[in-house]
């Protein structure tokens, strides 16, 4: 049930039933914004949208009459991303699901993720997939993961923007740049993209840990 | 020859800062800017500054300049010794323009005419320690260029502008999304009692010293979205006070938020001031 919650003089807080609403909510307000907004944030279970007026009033009534869109996805083209699946933690994660380490690579590559939403750092994406992945983070995170790394941890998968400490488990790396001060947008994870992971391993480096 | 001036000390932090980077949360990109916006408005504009012009943001003073050539300029916030407050002034080539420690607050804007000529990222000059965007903050050796966006001089001599108080602050409070996370003795704790300004407080949060709130009930909260001013309760029960570097989200319980007319407020908060929030009503 949707509920909306007090966030101080300019900002109200939408929270929704799961993730999916979530998306879909974020949809309908991208598609059509109220008057004066100025940030949509969705989150695990909720969307936050601050305005650049304090008539909150109205903004509630509109927060109160919009309904997720069913195709939760913001246009443009689906996201490939190349990723060389030598990652630390692959062997513990084929551990934790019971399955090889090919099937890992196998059913991340088969999934089509869409950005859920962003957080941690500049352009850090929660990509969340069509089935239900379940991994827990790390015991002891590591404080140094390198960019580009791509892990796994919850039901989320996501792409390291940037060298950080951090808990999730490292299935391998990619060398897209995914929040590049360059371009515009600067961060190519935006909520709503599609993503699909492409395995490059067997034209990587012969080094690679797998094989 | 283009404006410029070089930097002979920055005290204990100085960063350049305007009116920070809006619209990008969705992306992970805080807002940052200036913590005390009334202030670095207004040393913008009594120098004729467009009013996203980036200034410098001194934190404790300590700030010295050495003019490379005739500067107007511009210093409002925090009152520092050896510097007018709140007028319009000219630094002469050759001159050294150095603030002393601030009578009361923490944070004094010094906007020179043209604004400061730094690239922008992402829409914005602003210094932001949290996700490390924008300018590296100021250093020692450092020569910083003005631009030319400037309208006409306000023709203002001073602004009567009142100092950031020194005793006790009272900042108002309106309940937050997880007020339900707490217990009534948990909010009349946070709306009764003192608490003290820590010294392990930043551009990022304002941390307090006080009595631990009681919660109502346990359990993690899923991350959800934080403005500015939201006052995050994590498990210790004591306050953090989200200032302009805050993250745009945030895994802790937000019990209240303070209301907007007292943010600037929050953002002269100095370590060991005393404060309280007082629950707005109307």
């Given at each position: 049930?949707?509920?909306?919650?007090?966030?101080g003089?300019?900002?109200?807080?939408?929270?929704?039933?799961?993730?999916?609403?979530?998306?879909?909510?974020?949809?309908?307000?991208?598609?059509?914004?109220?008057?004066?907004?100025?940030?949509?944030?969705?989150?695990?279970?909720?969307?936050?949208?601050?305005?650049?007026?304090?008539?909150?009033?109205?903004?509630?009534?509109?927060?109160?009459?919009?309904?997720?869109?069913?195709?939760?996805?913001?246009?443009?083209?689906?996201?490939?991303?190349?990723?060389v699946?030598?990652?630390?933690?692959?062997?513990?994660?084929?551990?934790?699901?019971?399955?090889?380490?090919?099937?890992?690579?196998?059913?991340?590559?088969?999934?089509?993720?869409?950005?859920?939403?962003?957080g941690?750092?500049?352009?850090?994406?929660?990509?969340?997939?069509?089935?239900?992945?379940?991994?827990?983070?790390?015991?002891?995170?590591?404080?140094?993961?390198?960019?580009?790394?791509?892990?796994?941890?919850?039901?989320?998968?996501?792409?390291?923007?940037?060298?950080?400490?951090?808990?999730?488990?490292?299935?391998?790396?990619?060398?897209?740049?995914?929040?590049?001060?360059?371009?515009?947008?600067?961060?190519?994870?935006?909520?709503?993209?599609?993503?699909?992971?492409?395995?490059?391993?067997?034209?990587?480096?012969p080094?690679?840990?797998?094989? | 020859?283009?404006?410029?001036?070089?930097?002979?000390?920055?005290?204990?932090?100085?960063?350049?800062q305007?009116?920070?980077?809006?619209?990008?949360?969705?992306?992970?990109?805080?807002?940052?800017?200036?913590?005390?916006?009334?202030?670095?408005?207004?040393?913008?504009?009594l120098?004729?500054?467009?009013?996203?012009?980036?200034?410098?943001?001194?934190?404790?003073?300590?700030?010295?300049?050495?003019?490379?050539?005739?500067?107007?300029?511009?210093?409002?916030?925090?009152?520092?010794?050896?510097?007018?407050?709140?007028?319009?002034?000219?630094?002469?080539?050759?001159?050294?323009?150095?603030?002393?420690?601030?009578?009361?607050?923490?944070?004094?804007?010094?906007?020179?005419?043209?604004?400061?000529?730094?690239?922008?990222?992402?829409?914005?000059?602003?210094?932001?320690?949290?996700?490390?965007?924008?300018?590296?903050?100021v250093?020692?050796?450092?020569?910083?260029?003005?631009?030319k966006?400037?309208?006409?001089?306000?023709?203002?001599?001073?602004?009567?502008?009142?100092?950031?108080?020194?005793?006790?602050?009272?900042?108002?409070?309106?309940?937050?999304?997880?007020?339900d996370?707490?217990?009534?003795?948990?909010?009349?704790?946070?709306?009764?009692?003192?608490?003290?300004?820590?010294?392990?407080?930043?551009?990022?949060g304002?941390?307090?010293?006080?009595?631990?709130?009681?919660?109502?009930?346990?359990?993690?909260?899923?991350?959800?979205?934080?403005?500015?001013?939201?006052?995050?309760?994590?498990?210790?029960?004591?306050?953090?006070?989200?200032?302009?570097?805050?993250?745009?989200?945030?895994?802790?319980?937000?019990?209240?938020?303070?209301?907007?007319?007292?943010?600037?407020?929050?953002?002269?908060l100095?370590?060991?001031?005393?404060?309280?929030?007082?629950?707005?009503?109307?």
């Amino acid at each position: 049930m949707m509920r909306v919650l007090p966030c101080g003089s300019s900002a109200l807080l939408v929270e929704l039933g799961d993730l999916d609403e979530v998306l879909g909510y974020y949809a309908a307000l991208r598609a059509d914004p109220p008057a004066g907004v100025v940030d949509i944030v969705p989150a695990g279970r909720t969307v936050m949208v601050t305005v650049d007026h304090t008539d909150l009033a109205a903004l509630e009534r509109i927060l109160l009459s919009t309904t997720p869109l069913v195709d939760r996805r913001i246009g443009g083209d689906l996201v490939e991303i190349p990723v060389v699946y030598d990652g630390e933690d692959l062997a513990d994660v084929a551990e934790l699901l019971s399955c090889s380490i090919e099937e890992v690579v196998q059913r991340h590559t088969a999934e089509e993720w869409t950005v859920a939403f962003c957080g941690f750092a500049p352009g850090f994406g929660y990509l969340t997939g069509e089935s239900s992945w379940d991994i827990p983070r790390r015991s002891s995170p590591r404080t140094k993961v390198p960019a580009g790394s791509v892990a796994l941890a919850g039901e989320f998968s996501g792409v390291y923007p940037r060298e950080s400490p951090g808990g999730w488990q490292l299935l391998g790396r990619t060398d897209v740049n995914v929040f590049d001060l360059d371009q515009d947008p600067a961060a190519l994870l935006s909520p709503g993209r599609r993503i699909r992971f492409v395995d490059a391993t067997s034209s990587a480096a012969p080094n690679g840990r797998r094989g | 020859m283009t404006a410029r001036f070089e930097v002979l000390a920055t005290g204990p932090l100085t960063t350049i800062q305007d009116s920070g980077r809006p619209g990008q949360a969705a992306l992970g990109i805080g807002r940052s800017g200036a913590c005390d916006r009334t202030s670095y408005q207004l040393a913008n504009r009594l120098v004729g500054n467009h009013p996203d012009a980036a200034a410098l943001e001194v934190t404790f003073g300590g700030l010295s300049v050495l003019a490379e050539a005739d500067l107007v300029y511009a210093v409002a916030g925090a009152p520092c010794s050896n510097v007018a407050l709140n007028a319009p002034a000219l630094l002469r080539k050759g001159e050294v323009l150095q603030l002393g420690p601030p009578r009361t607050g923490l944070r004094t804007y010094v906007a020179f005419r043209g604004g400061l000529d730094v690239d922008p990222v992402l829409g914005s000059r602003s210094t932001d320690l949290l996700s490390g965007l924008g300018p590296a903050p100021v250093a020692v050796g450092d020569v910083l260029a003005l631009g030319k966006d400037h309208g006409p001089m306000p023709g203002v001599d001073l602004a009567p502008v009142a100092d950031p108080p020194g005793g006790e602050v009272v900042v108002q409070v309106l309940p937050g999304p997880r007020r339900d996370w707490f217990t009534d003795a948990g909010w009349q704790s946070l709306t009764g009692q003192s608490y003290t300004v820590s010294s392990n407080s930043n551009r990022v949060g304002v941390r307090f010293e006080g009595q631990p709130l009681e919660r109502a009930r346990d359990g993690e909260l899923v991350s959800e979205g934080m403005e500015l001013g939201a006052l995050q309760i994590p498990p210790s029960g004591l306050p953090v006070l989200f200032l302009a570097d805050h993250p745009v989200t945030g895994g802790y319980p937000v019990i209240g938020y303070v209301a907007a007319p007292d943010l600037d407020l929050c953002g002269q908060l100095r370590p060991g001031q005393s404060l309280r929030f007082r629950e707005r009503t109307r």
